[in-house]
Protein backbone atom coordinates (compact mmCIF):
# COMPACT_ATOMS: atom_id res chain seq x y z
CA UNK A 1 0.00 0.00 0.00
CA UNK A 2 1.32 3.71 0.12
CA UNK A 3 3.37 4.88 2.11
CA UNK A 4 4.45 8.33 3.06
CA UNK A 5 7.23 8.19 6.17
CA UNK A 6 7.85 11.39 7.37
CA UNK A 7 11.31 12.58 9.15
CA UNK A 8 12.99 15.46 11.18
CA UNK A 9 10.57 16.29 13.97
CA UNK A 10 12.22 17.31 17.12
CA UNK A 11 12.58 20.22 19.71
CA UNK A 12 14.35 23.13 18.30
CA UNK A 13 14.47 27.13 20.71
CA UNK A 14 12.72 29.68 19.28
CA UNK A 15 14.27 31.44 16.31
CA UNK A 16 15.44 28.14 15.16
CA UNK A 17 15.41 26.22 12.42
CA UNK A 18 13.98 22.70 11.30
CA UNK A 19 13.52 20.30 7.71
CA UNK A 20 10.92 18.23 8.00
CA UNK A 21 11.55 15.54 4.97
CA UNK A 22 8.57 12.89 4.01
CA UNK A 23 9.50 10.21 1.71
CA UNK A 24 6.98 8.26 -0.62
CA UNK A 25 6.48 4.98 -2.06
CA UNK A 26 3.97 2.92 -4.22
CA UNK A 27 2.46 5.70 -5.95
CA UNK A 28 3.54 8.02 -9.21
CA UNK A 29 5.15 10.44 -7.42
CA UNK A 30 5.39 13.43 -9.83
CA UNK A 31 1.71 13.36 -10.46
CA UNK A 32 0.84 13.99 -6.90
CA UNK A 33 0.66 17.75 -5.29
CA UNK A 34 2.62 16.65 -2.10
CA UNK A 35 1.79 18.77 1.39
CA UNK A 36 2.66 19.56 4.84
CA UNK A 37 -0.27 20.19 7.13
CA UNK A 38 -0.13 20.18 11.32
CA UNK A 39 -2.44 20.04 14.01
CA UNK A 40 -2.18 20.45 17.68
CA UNK A 41 -4.90 19.54 20.19
CA UNK A 42 -7.87 20.44 19.83
CA UNK A 43 -7.62 22.26 16.60
CA UNK A 44 -8.57 21.14 13.19
CA UNK A 45 -5.54 20.30 11.26
CA UNK A 46 -4.27 23.05 9.10
CA UNK A 47 -2.50 23.71 5.87
CA UNK A 48 0.96 24.98 6.26
CA UNK A 49 2.20 24.47 2.47
CA UNK A 50 1.63 22.58 -0.86
CA UNK A 51 3.92 21.71 -3.67
CA UNK A 52 2.57 20.70 -7.13
CA UNK A 53 4.18 17.94 -9.58
CA UNK A 54 5.41 20.90 -11.54
CA UNK A 55 6.76 23.19 -8.45
CA UNK A 56 3.93 25.39 -7.76
CA UNK A 57 3.34 26.20 -3.99
CA UNK A 58 1.30 27.53 -1.74
CA UNK A 59 2.07 28.60 1.80
CA UNK A 60 -0.43 29.40 4.50
CA UNK A 61 0.03 33.03 5.61
CA UNK A 62 1.26 32.34 8.90
CA UNK A 63 4.61 31.07 7.42
CA UNK A 64 4.99 32.78 4.80
CA UNK A 65 8.69 34.01 4.26
CA UNK A 66 9.79 31.64 6.83
CA UNK A 67 9.06 28.46 5.52
CA UNK A 68 10.43 26.82 2.41
CA UNK A 69 7.90 23.62 0.77
CA UNK A 70 10.51 21.79 -1.88
CA UNK A 71 10.27 18.83 -3.75
CA UNK A 72 12.54 15.95 -5.39
CA UNK A 73 10.74 13.86 -7.97
CA UNK A 74 13.81 11.31 -8.48
CA UNK A 75 13.70 10.45 -4.52
CA UNK A 76 10.21 10.95 -4.41
CA UNK A 77 10.80 12.86 -1.70
CA UNK A 78 8.91 16.25 -0.07
CA UNK A 79 10.43 18.65 2.36
CA UNK A 80 9.63 21.55 4.63
CA UNK A 81 12.20 23.83 5.60
CA UNK A 82 11.53 25.24 8.69
CA UNK A 83 12.87 28.69 9.46
CA UNK A 84 12.78 31.47 12.22
CA UNK A 85 10.08 28.88 14.22
CA UNK A 86 7.89 30.23 17.07
CA UNK A 87 6.31 28.92 20.07
CA UNK A 88 2.80 28.77 18.28
CA UNK A 89 4.32 26.45 15.52
CA UNK A 90 4.40 23.83 17.81
CA UNK A 91 2.25 20.98 16.47
CA UNK A 92 2.43 17.61 14.48
CA UNK A 93 3.56 18.18 11.04
CA UNK A 94 1.42 15.37 8.34
CA UNK A 95 3.09 14.96 4.90
CA UNK A 96 0.05 14.78 2.46
CA UNK A 97 0.10 13.19 -1.11
CA UNK A 98 -3.05 14.18 -2.85
CA UNK A 99 -3.87 13.51 -6.63
CA UNK A 100 -7.35 13.05 -6.19
CA UNK A 101 -11.15 12.58 -4.31
CA UNK A 102 -9.54 9.06 -4.17
CA UNK A 103 -6.02 8.99 -4.27
CA UNK A 104 -5.60 11.39 -1.00
CA UNK A 105 -2.81 9.92 1.41
CA UNK A 106 -1.26 10.63 4.79
CA UNK A 107 1.77 10.05 6.33
CA UNK A 108 1.54 9.08 10.37
CA UNK A 109 2.98 12.48 11.39
CA UNK A 110 6.05 13.84 13.27
CA UNK A 111 6.05 15.96 16.05
CA UNK A 112 7.71 19.65 16.18
CA UNK A 113 8.32 21.19 19.51
CA UNK A 114 9.53 24.91 19.66
CA UNK A 115 10.36 25.86 23.39
CA UNK A 116 13.50 27.40 25.26
Sequence with gaps: ???????GGGLVQPG??????CTASRIIFRLYT???YRQTPGKQRELV???TGDGTTNYADSVKGRFIISRDNAKNTVY????????EDAAVYYCNAVRSR???????????TVSS
Aim: aromatic share 8%.
Design 1 to 7: QVQLVES
Design 16 to 21: GSLRLS
Design 34 to 36: MGW
Design 49 to 51: AHI
Design 80 to 87: LQMNSLKP
Design 102 to 112: SMDFWGQGTQV
